[in-house]
């Protein structure tokens, strides 16, 4: 079982930026790919960005490609999202989630947690 805690959100101006954390409960952090996705008002949850269970590989939803950055610490069982360049269609809430598998880039996660809001104005 794993426990994710989002942070960092807020309210900022288009072209600025912001970093969102996630800090997971567990000693085993390094066994689960990390992922953030995103929902905006009435559209559906959308993947945005995973890295792998080591931190070595990333991927990227192409609307966030060279904007956003995801990392991860082991050491301190965090991951985060660096968003750089953020523009009003980047205004949603903003989900951590951690998959046993190891995969990048899908929907089906096992642990969710509760989110963080993003509001970009224009």
């Known amino acids: 079982q794993v426990q994710l805690v989002e942070s960092g959100g807020g309210l900022v101006q288009t072209g600025g930026s912001l970093r969102l954390s996630c800090a997971a409960s567990?000693?085993?952090?390094?066994?689960?790919?990390m992922g953030w996705f995103r929902q905006a008002p009435g559209k559906e949850r959308e993947f945005v960005a995973a890295v792998s269970r080591s931190g070595r590989n990333q991927n990227y939803a192409d609307s966030v490609k060279d904007r956003f950055t995801i990392s991860r610490d082991n050491a301190k069982n965090t991951v985060y999202l660096q968003m750089n360049s953020l523009k009003p269609e980047d205004t949603a809430v903003y989900y951590c989630a951690a998959d046993s598998k190891g995969r990048l880039g899908v929907l089906d996660y096992d642990y969710w947690g509760q989110g963080t809001q993003v509001t970009v104005s224009s």
């Open positions: 567990g000693r085993t952090f390094s066994s689960y790919a």
